[in-house]
């Protein structure tokens, strides 16, 4: 297990998508049945979505919210049928241009290609600030 301070490609072009407010293409990295869970998530938010138009619908109104930034640092590794991702989102509010600073801890299975399932370790209290 080799850690990197970088993103696989198919991941970093995700992250691009959602960056340039393309949450449909960063729905597209999904199994058509991939589950997405937010194990921390606040009362308020769902902990688990299922299937990928259940996981479009989500993100879609992210950018109204949130312009995503980069990822600095990262540390990853592929394990096997998927990835571990440590990493510190630079996003900014679009309410008010504040900046946002969200970490992650990413848990992504993949088959065929695609993600099956996402466990987002996020911090919840950073959400707070959107």
């Known amino acids: 297990m080799h850690a990197s301070s970088s993103l696989p490609a198919w991941l970093a072009q995700g ?16 199994t058509e049945d991939a589950v997405h869970e937010f194990p921390y998530a ?3 938010h769902p ?6 138009e259940a ?9 109204g919210l949130i312009r995503f930034g980069h ?5 990853s590794r592929e394990v ?9 989102g630079h996003h900014h509010r679009v309410s008010d241009g504040m900046a946002v600073k969200i970490d ?14 996402f466990r987002d370790y996020m911090n919840p209290l950073q959400l707070a600030r959107l």
């Open 80 to 88: 096997g049928d998927g990835i571990i991702v440590e990493a510190r």
């Open 47 to 52: 902990s688990r979505l299922e299937g990928r």
């Open 104 to 117: 992650y801890v990413w848990f992504i299975t993949l088959r065929e290609g695609k993600i099956s399932h």
């Open 15 to 30: 992250i691009a998508a959602l960056a340039a407010g393309q949450t449909q293409a960063w729905a597209d990295l999904y």
């Open 55 to 63: 996981i479009a619908a989500f993100m879609a109104p992210l950018p």
């Open 71 to 75: 990822l600095d640092p990262i540390r």
């Open 42 to 44: 606040p009362e308020d």
